[in-house]
Each structure stands twice: as C-alpha cells, then as structure tokens.
C-alpha cells in the first residue's frame, strides 16, 4: 500500500512514517492518545481522492486533520490507519468582492479569511477563540462558533458550497456561490458538523457580509452569577440584539489577573463582556439601554470602554482565561454544553450546585448570549480519586443541559469524548438513523471512525481506570 501511496505523493517530505513523526499526531487539545500507522500531508484534491481509492482497497481507517486543536477527539487515530495533515494546504485564499465570497483550500487559518476580507470592506463573521490557530477545514467539520454566533450564527451559516472526497474517493461539489440553492438534498449543511465522518472537504466556497461601521465594548459587573443570567435573558428580550455577549465568572477573572493583570474587578461573581455593532449612533442609543436593563436585573456596575485601546483589553481577558486557569493545575476538561437562553439562569444555579456537590473546582465563562457555556473543571489526572468525580460531574452537567431542552455540544463537537452520551440527548431511534446514514455514506467505515458513534472502544469522558 506505501509504494501505492509514495506513486500519488509528489513529494516523500510529505510522506511521514518515523516514530518520532507518528507520535506529534496521536494527540489533539482533548484527552487520550493514539498512534497512527502512517501521516500523508496532501496538497491537492487528486492526491486525496488517490489516497482514499487506495485505503478503501485496503480497508484501512482515514483520519483527516488540521491543526489539531480539537477539544473532543475529532482527528485521534483510534483505530490507527493514515492522518491525513491538510495543514500545509493554505494556498488558495481568493477574494471575491462582486460575489462576497471567499474561496479557500483547507489549510487556511481561519482568521486570515476575516483578515483578507476586512480589506474589501467585508467580514467573515465565525470566530472560534482558536481561530488564529486552527484551520478552516477543522471549523468546517466541527461546524465551529465563537463570540460572535449570538448576532451572526455558526460555520454552517456562511458555508454556500464545497468540494469533497467522499469515502469512496470520488470527487464531488455541493452547493455554490449562489445565495440561494435549493436544488435536492442539502449535502453542503450535511457535511459541514459532521466531523470528517463522511468525506473529505478539500476546498469551501463561504458567504462573506459587510463589515460593520463602528463597534463598542461595555463590561457589566455583578455580584450574584444568577443575575448575570437574568440580565442576559433582559437584553436580549428588549429588542437589542449585541454582536458578543460573553460571560466570566470570579474563578476565570482571578485567575486572568493573576496570569496577566488587566483591572478587572476580583470582588464580584461574574462580569458580562458585551460588544454592539452597526451604525455609531445607533450603538449610542442600544449602549445606554442595555445598561438601563442590566442595573434594573441587578447589575452593581456597567462600565463602557472609551476607546479601541479599552476595549481590546477586554476582549483580551477573555482569550486568557483558558491558558489562565490551567495554572492552578494541569488538567483541563473543557465543554460547551448549550441551554435555550431562558434557561440561563436556572444552568448557572445548577452548575454551583454539581461544584459543590462534587468538591470540583469548576469555572464557568463562554458565549452566554446565545446560551452555549463553557464549564470548565480544572483537575491534575494523576489524582484518580478527583478525577472519578470530574467524571461524575461532567455527566451531571450534560444530564442538566439535557434536561433544560439544551444539548451536548454548542461548538466543539462529539468526537471520541462524548459518544457515550450521544443516545442521552437523541435515543436510540434517533441516534440509529445517523448510523444508518453514516452506513450508506461509508459502508466500509473507514472515514474518521470510532467519532461520534459509541463503539467496542467505549470511550469515556476523562479515561480514568476503574
């Protein structure tokens, strides 16, 4: 199969087969840790669909790859086989401003799109807070979000058409540059979240829009984490729709202003970050009701940013709060567990309870706007005791999720992390149909398996020995 191979890879610099090599891609930004066979690095859509007629003769497991900083598994070779590393694929990033479109191969770091678009006056609105490091290939598959999904949705809203290699290795285009298409089945919003299962995307045509006029940052301070909730659920009832609402809670701001001092305010329980968007003076008006909102649920302060320099601090100490937080101890598990906005409230309530509970140290900050949380437990997993009641918690959390109407996963995907409770949040009827879809897609299953799907592998949460 290697000489196969080595006759479709133009160069063997892109052929890794050392230990050393397979070692860098047995692990991503979650738990576990499997060792792939082989690591190919194609650079065009020929030299994957080669790839894959190859390993479908074979029968042996494909495992596509970006960057690797998948939070769920995504791209972990459980079953060995071939990673396929697209991330040195970024050579076309083309600009279309007459269609407002992009046209990008599946390397690109995702925010060089938003970067190459701001000098057209346009915006690519997803923003992943790994987006100066991951690829777009990766947000495709995961169908990633960020900060500003609450105004502008996720991935799959600006995704008009792709290019893939499906499992067969046939080469196939979905979709478009048109805004609208509905012409048969929709296999573009199909592939897109479905986390490399069922092809291959090897180039992605996105919608781009134009780019606001002016923004502006205010910082809501509160005392009880319960009325941050309420004071989201208010403004977004009073007819004001912010671009970002994002929430700390006092564990994540401590630990910022210990990491790297911004002034954030440590005596409280929570702060609110929220950005408006459009028209300047417009933003005046909706700056001043929101703050009306927010001292009328309880708010102590509301502080708005007086320039870009102010303001970029703030978005600052929201990015650190994931390196920030990992200085107390090493271990991270971090979710994205989403709830229906009016449930906001009752999930912070919840989440001190199971903090409590189980003597974890848990922080919560993330995309409260649009109810897609970020509870992080912050661990050391040579501690098995702690570890078996992060596991504890965490399946309370996603019960809870579950239970308010809510979901496993707002952005980072299933992967290898959260199939066992996959049938929680969708029963056996439902979770049976995706396999059957996954079976007529892939019937060899040799397509990112061991994702998703609970399997003989029986994946748990933080891998801890019984």
């Given at each position: 199969?290697?000489?196969?191979?080595?006759?479709?890879?133009?160069?063997?610099?892109?052929?890794?087969?050392?230990?050393?090599?397979?070692?860098?891609?047995?692990?991503?930004?979650?738990?576990?840790?499997?060792?792939?066979?082989?690591?190919?690095?194609?650079?065009?859509?020929?030299?994957?669909?080669?790839?894959?007629?190859?390993?479908?003769?074979?029968?042996?497991?494909?495992?596509?790859?970006?960057?690797?900083?998948?939070?769920s598994g995504g791209p972990l070779p459980v079953y060995g086989g071939i990673v396929l590393d697209f991330s040195l694929w970024n050579q076309k990033l083309t600009i279309d401003r007459d269609d407002t479109v992009a046209i990008v191969s599946p390397g690109v770091i995702t925010a060089e799109i938003d970067r190459a678009a701001r000098e057209f006056g346009l915006m690519y609105p997803p923003d992943p807070s790994s987006a100066h490091v991951s690829t777009i290939g990766g947000n495709l598959a995961e169908n990633a979000g960020g900060p500003r999904g609450l105004k502008y949705g996720v991935t799959k809203d600006y995704v008009l058409g792709l290019e893939i290699v499906t499992p067969q290795g046939d080469i196939?285009?979905?979709?478009?540059?048109?805004?609208?298409?509905?012409?048969?089945?929709?296999?573009?919003?199909?592939?897109?979240?479905?986390?490399?299962?069922?092809?291959?995307?090897?180039?992605?045509?996105?919608?781009?829009?134009?780019?606001?006029?002016?923004?502006?940052?205010?910082?809501?301070?509160?005392?009880?984490?319960?009325?941050?909730?309420?004071?989201?659920?208010?403004?977004?009832?009073?007819?004001?729709?912010?671009?970002?609402?994002?929430?700390?809670?006092?564990?994540?701001?401590?630990?910022?202003?210990?990491?790297?001092?911004?002034?954030?305010?440590?005596?409280?329980?929570?702060?609110?970050?929220?950005?408006?968007?459009?028209?300047?003076?417009?933003?005046?008006?909706?700056?001043?009701?929101?703050?009306?909102?927010?001292?009328?649920?309880?708010?102590?302060?509301?502080?708005?940013?007086?320039?870009?320099?102010?303001?970029?601090?703030?978005?600052?100490?929201?990015?650190?709060?994931?390196?920030?937080?990992?200085?107390?101890?090493?271990?991270?598990?971090?979710?994205?567990?989403?709830?229906?906005?009016?449930?906001?409230?009752?999930?912070?309530?919840?989440?001190?309870?199971?903090?409590?509970?189980?003597?974890?140290?848990?922080?919560?900050?993330?995309?409260?706007?649009?109810?897609?949380?970020?509870?992080?437990?912050?661990?050391?997993?040579?501690?098995?005791?702690?570890?078996?009641?992060?596991?504890?918690?965490?399946?309370?959390?996603?019960?809870?999720?579950?239970?308010?109407?809510?979901?496993?996963?707002?952005?980072?995907?299933?992967?290898?992390?959260?199939?066992?409770?996959?049938?929680?949040?969708?029963?056996?009827?439902?979770?049976?149909?995706?396999?059957?879809?996954?079976?007529?897609?892939?019937?060899?299953?040799?397509?990112?398996?061991?994702?998703?799907?609970?399997?003989?592998?029986?994946?748990?949460?933080?891998?801890?020995?019984?």
């Amino acid at each position: 199969m290697l000489n196969q191979i080595k006759s479709m890879i133009k160069s063997e610099k892109r052929i890794l087969t050392e230990k050393a090599d397979l070692v860098s891609y047995a692990y991503d930004g979650s738990f576990g840790s499997y060792l792939p066979d082989l690591v190919l690095q194609p650079l065009s859509t020929e030299e994957v669909s080669g790839i894959v007629k190859t390993a479908n003769r074979w029968k042996v497991p494909i495992y596509p790859r970006g960057r690797g900083t998948s939070l769920s598994g995504g791209p972990l070779p459980v079953y060995g086989g071939i990673v396929l590393d697209f991330s040195l694929w970024n050579q076309k990033l083309t600009i279309d401003r007459d269609d407002t479109v992009a046209i990008v191969s599946p390397g690109v770091i995702t925010a060089e799109i938003d970067r190459a678009a701001r000098e057209f006056g346009l915006m690519y609105p997803p923003d992943p807070s790994s987006a100066h490091v991951s690829t777009i290939g990766g947000n495709l598959a995961e169908n990633a979000g960020g900060p500003r999904g609450l105004k502008y949705g996720v991935t799959k809203d600006y995704v008009l058409g792709l290019e893939i290699v499906t499992p067969q290795g046939d080469i196939i285009r979905t979709g478009g540059r048109t805004i609208k298409n509905v012409t048969g089945y929709d296999l573009t919003k199909l592939i897109v979240g479905s986390e490399g299962t069922l092809g291959i995307i090897t180039e992605a045509i996105l919608q781009l829009i134009p780019r606001p006029q002016a923004t502006q940052t205010m910082m809501v301070i509160f005392d009880d984490i319960v009325d941050a909730g309420r004071a989201i659920s208010s403004v977004l009832t009073s007819g004001i729709l912010p671009s970002k609402m994002e929430i700390m809670d006092q564990f994540s701001i401590e630990a910022v202003e210990d990491y790297e001092p911004i002034g954030l305010p440590t005596d409280v329980d929570a702060i609110i970050l929220i950005e408006l968007d459009g028209h300047p003076l417009a933003i005046q008006d909706e700056c001043h009701q929101v703050e009306k909102v927010c001292l009328d649920v309880g708010a102590r302060e509301v502080k708005i940013a007086t320039d870009s320099e102010s303001a970029a601090k703030l978005w600052k100490a929201r990015k650190l709060v994931s390196p920030a937080i990992v200085r107390k101890k090493p271990t991270k598990i971090s979710e994205d567990a989403t709830i229906p906005r009016s449930k906001i409230p009752e999930m912070f309530k919840r989440l001190k309870e199971i903090k409590t509970k189980y003597d974890i140290d848990l922080v919560v900050f993330g995309h409260a706007g649009d109810g897609n949380l970020h509870p992080n437990i912050i661990a050391d997993k040579r501690d098995k005791a702690e570890m078996k009641r992060v596991e504890q918690a965490v399946t309370e959390i996603f019960s809870t999720a579950i239970e308010l109407g809510g979901t496993l996963s707002g952005e980072h995907g299933i992967g290898t992390m959260k199939t066992p409770f996959m049938e929680m949040e969708l029963g056996g009827a439902g979770l049976e149909m995706m396999k059957r879809m996954k079976t007529a897609w892939d019937p060899l299953n040799i397509m990112n398996p061991g994702k998703i799907f609970p399997d003989s592998k029986d994946q748990r949460l933080v891998l801890v020995d019984d």
